[in-house]
């Protein structure tokens, strides 16, 4: 449940649900194919009050998606979300991080959506 509410944005929601026990980054040592961490959808999507509620709890913010690839600041920076990308960066995400798919940096991913902030940013 955590997963489907950060990726709708909902941060009382995710709220409810940590306060109720849920974890923050659910199999994080234990990632299959299939998984994404509920800040990597939170980031995907753009939702910043999420993000920010799972960093304070302590989220993972270079924790990759082994199913897509990536790390929570390259979907932001490819999806064109700057505030993410800032909060992400703030929070210690590696700017030098590569994807495992294409190789690529978060600045690669901003470059190719031509997110100019974004450039600016990394």
């Known amino acids: 449940p955590i997963h489907q509410a950060a990726l709708q944005g909902h941060v009382e929601v995710v709220k409810i649900l940590l306060e109720a026990g849920a974890q ?3 199999h994080k040592d234990d ?3 299939e998984t994404t961490s509920p800040l990597w959808r939170a980031a995907d ?3 910043l009050e999420v993000a920010e ?3 304070q709890k302590g989220a993972d913010v270079n924790l990759p ?3 897509l690839e ?3 600041i390259h979907t932001a920076a490819a999806n ?3 505030e993410v990308v800032r909060l992400l960066l703030k929070n210690g995400a590696d700017v030098d991080a590569r994807d495992y798919y294409m190789d690529w940096t978060p600045l690669m991913h901003a470059a190719c959506g ?3 902030g974004i450039i600016n940013l990394l």
Do not use: C, E, K, T
Request: proline content about 8%.
């Open 24 to 26: 923050v980054d659910p």
């Open 31 to 33: 990632y299959d194919d």
């Open 45 to 47: 999507q753009g939702h």
């Open 53 to 55: 509620l799972l960093i």
């Open 65 to 67: 998606s082994f199913r």
């Open 70 to 72: 990536a790390f929570p």
């Open 80 to 82: 064109g979300h700057a």
């Open 114 to 116: 031509n997110h100019i």
